[in-house]
């Protein structure tokens, strides 16, 4: 089977979270299981051109694409993810990628993805290859499928071709005023009230791409679940049900080849469930580096995110009061809105010996956090799948996480299971999401961690999960048949 797969965002070339791993682990699983994949990817200027070996793409050319009556010359390079053959192809338009920010607030940010959409579908023609399936991301690509089933038509080459939308976070809609209807080449009549394209009066790419696509896919099973209420489905819970027969539930795999602490390039001292006593290796080395003192009684919580209302940050700032209260040690890196970056900052500022706190990205910092943190902490509101918990599953820092969406599906309540007779427990959970119940539940997995012997099986247990993308990628070829089904009939 023929895939491409067109994503704003891609690991190593460019990632803001959860969409980058997977678009840069799941092509590869796809041509581990004999697909032939391409991905598309957006030319962001901090993509290097001599540190990743990108090359000219001379069988597609320059393309002339316009975009709000301006035609632009787009140009193609070419490199294979690394440790595969499978291609990346990068649109360069410099006037719309030379940004600071892979995703902006400018005016034009409807334009960006107008622009690389339709480069994915004339780089497909100039290349004469055609994919059974185009594997669209997000509402970055949510145009793609009307394209194809509306203003290109006119070329056959498109007609066996079928389309695959995967949201990985419906918050992110894609909104905006119905003149980006000419700016995107829309025909005009397919606007109105609850109009396939039209919600809240705005034009919504997400809401497009879940109408036109033949097959919907999010990427856990208790958020394809969530997104059907009105609670999660952030008012297109009603497009879902209206698609609910080509809707699924896969969940992400991670990759461990690049997340592994067997193996992680990143840290100073690997490990494995046999070797467990090492982990506290990297602790040590971590503390020192940030200058706080180490306590190996007490646990160290690690918090890796974007900064938003979304992870839980509001919750975790109202319960700071009595979270500090708790006999243990912190280390936060994310960036995100300035409340809560202003938030860290100051309570690392009142708590040096005890809080450490990092704003900004920092890949290599994210693998030593995941390495030394005994607890992990995800007290998510929403999660499509979340893929920290799952990385520290297999780092052997304790997940603690609300039930939600890939949380629930990935972290499994030591106390829940133990109540049941079973010692299969990965981490500590909780449903309602308040300051309370955040509070008891970090007390218990803190409390626990006295219990050494206790805390060892627990690490064992997550240890012991397999989050590969092998069965996931089998889930993704399924529906991509069913897609193709779909299309052709
Ligand atoms: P989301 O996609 O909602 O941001 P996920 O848990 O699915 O959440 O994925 C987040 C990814 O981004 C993880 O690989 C995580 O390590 C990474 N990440 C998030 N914030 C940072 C940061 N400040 N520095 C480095 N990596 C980060």
Request: proline share 5%; glycine share 6%; net charge negative.
């Amino acid at each position: 089977m023929k895939i491409a797969f067109a994503t704003s965002e891609a690991f190593p070339y460019a990632k803001t979270g959860g969409l980058g791993d997977v678009a840069g682990a799941l092509p590869k699983a796809l041509a581990q299981l004999g697909c032939d994949v391409k991905v598309f990817l957006p030319k962001y200027s901090s993509i290097d051109n001599t540190k990743f070996d990108l090359s000219y793409c001379w069988p597609i050319g320059e393309m002339p694409i316009r975009v709000y009556g301006k035609t632009h010359n787009v140009n193609v390079f070419t490199a294979n993810l690394p440790g595969s053959d499978v291609p990346v192809y990068f649109i360069d338009s410099p006037e719309y990628y030379n940004r600071p920010e892979i995703y902006t607030n400018d005016e034009d940010e409807d334009e960006r993805f107008i622009l690389f959409s339709k480069a994915v579908l004339e780089a497909l023609q100039r290349l004469k290859w055609q994919p059974d399936v185009i594997n669209c991301s997000d509402w970055q690509t949510g145009l793609i499928p009307l394209y194809i089933k509306d203003n290109y038509s006119w070329d056959r080459f498109f007609d066996p071709v079928a389309t695959v939308l995967t949201i990985h976070n419906i918050g992110y809609q894609g909104r905006f005023p119905q003149e980006t209807l000419y700016k995107a080449e829309i025909r005009p009549e397919l606007f109105y009230e609850n109009s396939p394209v039209e919600i809240w009066n705005s034009l919504s790419f997400l809401k497009t791409g879940l109408m036109y696509a033949d097959m919907i896919n999010t990427v856990s099973e208790t958020y394809a679940q969530e997104i059907l209420s009105s609670t999660y489905g952030a008012g297109l819970e009603g497009v879902l049900h209206y698609r609910i027969n080509d809707f699924f539930g896969i969940i992400n795999g991670v990759d461990y080849n690049v997340w592994n602490p067997e193996s992680d390039k990143h840290i100073p001292y690997h490990y494995t469930k046999e070797s467990l006593h090492r982990k506290i290796e990297n602790k040590k080395y971590l503390l020192n580096a940030i200058r706080m003192p180490f306590y190996p009684e007490k646990p160290l919580i690690g918090i890796i995110s974007r900064l938003v209302k979304q992870k839980g940050f509001d919750l975790i700032q109202s319960a700071f009061n009595q979270l500090i209260k708790l006999d243990a040690q912190w280390v936060i890196l994310g960036s995100g809105e300035d409340q809560y970056e202003d938030f860290f900052r100051a309570a690392a500022y009142s708590h040096p010996d005890r809080i450490y706190t990092y704003i900004g990205y920092n890949n290599e910092l994210s693998h030593l956090i995941e390495a030394a943190s005994d607890i992990f902490l995800m007290p998510s509101a929403y999660e499509p799948c979340g893929l920290n918990q799952i990385y520290s599953l297999r780092y052997g820092s304790v997940p603690v996480v609300r039930r939600t969406g890939g949380l629930a599906d990935t972290v499994f309540d030591w106390h829940d299971l133990l109540y049941n007779g079973s010692e299969a427990g990965t981490g500590f959970s909780f449903n309602d999401y308040t300051p309370d119940a955040l509070n008891s539940t970090l007390y218990r997995a803190v409390k626990t961690f006295d219990d050494k012997t206790t805390w060892e099986r627990i690490m064992f247990n997550g240890m012991s999960q397999d989050f590969s993308w092998e069965v996931s990628a089998k889930k993704y070829l399924e529906l991509y048949q069913k897609a193709v089904k779909k299309r052709r009939g």
